[in-house]
Nanobody, 118 residues
Framework: QVQVVESGGGLVQAGGSLRLSCAASGTIYGVNTMAWYRQAPGKQREWVATILRNGKSNYADSVKGRLTISRDIVKNTAYLQLNRLTSDDTAVYFC????????????WGQGTQVTVSS
C-alpha cells in the first residue's frame, strides 16, 4: 500500500516563500513522474509542475520563474519551492506520484494549504 503525504503549507505574507514536501511510502520501486497541482477556492484543480524520471522539469506558465520542483529519489520525496508568493497562489497544493514499478499507477496526497496574505 502506498501513501503520499504533503507538508510545509501555511500562512505567508505576499512576497514571501515556502517549501512544500511530499513523501511517498510503501511499495514503490520506480517512479515515472512526481507532480504538483493546486486548487484555489471555487476553482478547478490545476497542474503546477512535474519532474520526470530523467530529472527534467516542466512548469505551468503562471508559475515559471517563481516555483521550483525538485526531488530526492532515494527518499521518494518531491519538493516545491514557492518564491515571491502572491494572493493568486493561495490554494490547496496536492502531490501526485506516477509509478512504473511495481506497476503503472498514480497516487495522490491529501493536500496542504497555502495561504498568502496581502
Amino acid at each position: 500500500q502506498v501513501q503520499v503525504v504533503e507538508s510545509g503549507g501555511g500562512l505567508v505574507q505576499a512576497g514571501g516563500s515556502l517549501r512544500l514536501s511530499c513523501a511517498a511510502s510503501g511499495t514503490i520501486y520506480g517512479v515515472n513522474t512526481m507532480a504538483w497541482y493546486r486548487q484555489a477556492p471555487g476553482k478547478q484543480r490545476e497542474w503546477v509542475a512535474t519532474i520526470l524520471r530523467n530529472g527534467k522539469s516542466n512548469y505551468a506558465d503562471s508559475v515559471k520563474g517563481r516555483l521550483t520542483i525538485s526531488r530526492d529519489i532515494v527518499k521518494n520525496t518531491a519538493y516545491l519551492q514557492l518564491n515571491r508568493l502572491t494572493s493568486d497562489d493561495t490554494a490547496v497544493y496536492f502531490c501526485n506520484f506516477r509509478t512504473y514499478l511495481p506497476d503503472d499507477r498514480e497516487y495522490w496526497g491529501q493536500g496542504t494549504q497555502v495561504t498568502v496574505s496581502s
